[in-house]
């Protein structure tokens, strides 16, 4: 019994010394292998590997993708105007030789980013100085970035270099600060209600001009409507006349008859009207009393109703 326990133990053993000794690197990463401290061995072919067992030797890794690094701050910047802008940038770099990057720059990959950080901000600040806004948001702001890539180069692979490449720098937005930002906008607030208040009364006059002008339109056809109107009714009223003429021309005792008719049918019969008149003497009742055929050629005068 005790020699299964002493065979299992070995074998547990064994495995944790193989364990301690067997590492795999993946094709993202690089392998550093450190012995006591130092760096013994940089892996950068993926597979399996081995190495010492602990505290002889151990290993590290180190992110060997492309990487992206925001700008993270918002402090302004003087452009060669003496205007403040604020500008967000990114930088495409990547660690090509990880001994260099570990022994001047850190193990991991956050230590480069805060340095990168560092230099980009500063070769963005000395362009910046050099420019103005318009060279900033015109074609010349490719030839900013390649100025702040070559400088961020310089930096990078002087006297101590870096172990890292920088692929590309980029500018995503310039803008003023905000207390500029609010005045421009301001501005342009006023600038547009006077745009917008000219347009109005631009319209307005428009307005008014098409009113009076269809005012005048509609008074101009009522005067020739009323025009051809009065024409047409005073056509119609002379040819009655001569209708009429014609008519009692032709038998003056019916023409006359007729207008007695009229004058009764005007004077008589209308609520509250009252005549006073005398009907054996009055000529106005002399169609009554002698009909149609005692007529005479003389009219009768007609008195008017007396209320």
Same mark, same amino acid.
């Given at each position: 019994?005790?020699? $299964?326990?002493?065979?299992?133990?070995?074998?547990?053993? !064994? #495995? =944790? #010394?193989?364990?301690?000794?067997?590492?795999?690197?993946?094709?993202?990463?690089?392998?550093?292998?450190?012995?006591?401290?130092?760096?013994?061995?940089?892996?950068?072919?993926?597979?399996?590997?081995?190495? =010492?067992?602990?505290?002889?030797?151990?290993?590290?890794? $180190?992110?060997?993708? =492309? =990487?992206?690094?925001?700008?993270? @701050?918002?402090? *302004?910047?003087?452009?060669?105007?003496?205007?403040? %802008?604020?500008?967000?940038?990114?930088?495409?770099?990547? $660690?090509?030789?990880?001994? +260099?990057?570990?022994? &001047?720059?850190?193990?991991?990959?956050?230590?480069?980013?805060?340095?990168?950080?560092?230099?980009?901000?500063?070769?963005?600040?000395?362009?910046?100085?050099?420019?103005?806004?318009?060279?900033?948001?015109?074609?010349?702001?490719?030839?900013?970035?390649?100025?702040?890539?070559?400088?961020?180069?310089?930096?990078?692979?002087?006297?101590?270099?870096?172990?890292? @490449?920088? %692929?590309? %720098?980029?500018?995503?937005?310039?803008?003023? %600060?905000?207390?500029?930002?609010?005045?421009? /906008?301001?501005?342009?607030?006023? +600038?547009?209600?006077?745009?917008?208040?000219?347009?109005?009364?631009?319209?307005?006059?428009?307005? +008014?001009? $098409?009113?009076?002008?269809?005012?005048?339109?509609?008074?101009?056809?009522?005067? &020739?409507?009323?025009?051809?109107?009065?024409?047409?009714?005073?056509?119609?009223?002379? +040819?009655?006349?001569?209708? /009429?003429?014609?008519?009692?021309?032709?038998?003056?005792?019916?023409?006359?008859? /007729?207008?007695?008719?009229?004058? /009764?049918?005007?004077?008589?019969?209308?609520?509250?009207?009252? !005549?006073?008149?005398?009907?054996?003497? *009055?000529?106005?009742?002399?169609?009554?009393?002698?009909?149609? *055929?005692?007529? *005479?050629?003389?009219?009768?005068?007609?008195?008017?109703?007396?209320?």
């Amino acid at each position: 019994m005790n020699r $299964i326990g002493f065979i299992v133990t070995s074998l547990l053993v !064994l #495995l =944790l #010394l193989i364990s301690s000794t067997v590492f795999v690197v993946d094709q993202r990463q690089f392998g550093v292998v450190y012995a006591l401290g130092q760096i013994r061995e940089v892996i950068s072919e993926p597979g399996l590997h081995f190495k =010492l067992p602990r505290p002889f030797q151990n290993v590290s890794y $180190i992110d060997r993708r =492309l =990487l992206t690094l925001d700008s993270s @701050d918002t402090e *302004s910047m003087l452009t060669a105007e003496k205007q403040r %802008v604020v500008i967000d940038w990114y930088v495409r770099w990547r $660690i090509v030789n990880p001994s +260099e990057y570990i022994r &001047n720059v850190g193990l991991d990959e956050a230590a480069g980013a805060n340095q990168l950080n560092r230099v980009v901000r500063n070769a963005f600040q000395e362009e910046i100085n050099r420019r103005t806004v318009r060279d900033l948001i015109s074609l010349k702001r490719d030839e900013l970035m390649t100025a702040v890539k070559r400088e961020v180069l310089e930096r990078v692979k002087g006297d101590k270099p870096w172990g890292v @490449d920088v %692929v590309d %720098v980029r500018i995503t937005r310039v803008d003023y %600060v905000e207390a500029i930002t609010e005045s421009v /906008y301001r501005r342009m607030e006023a +600038e547009r209600k006077r745009v917008a208040n000219e347009l109005r009364s631009t319209g307005a006059a428009e307005g +008014e001009k $098409i009113r009076a002008d269809a005012d005048r339109q509609r008074e101009v056809a009522i005067a &020739n409507a009323y025009r051809d109107a009065q024409k047409t009714k005073g056509e119609g009223d002379a +040819e009655a006349a001569r209708n /009429y003429a014609d008519a009692f021309g032709r038998d003056p005792q019916f023409a006359q008859f /007729y207008r007695s008719l009229e004058a /009764y049918k005007s004077s008589v019969g209308k609520k509250g009207d009252v !005549l006073v008149v005398d009907p054996a003497t *009055s000529d106005f009742f002399r169609t009554f009393r002698n009909g149609a *055929s005692g007529v *005479s050629p003389a009219a009768p005068a007609a008195s008017g109703p007396r209320r």
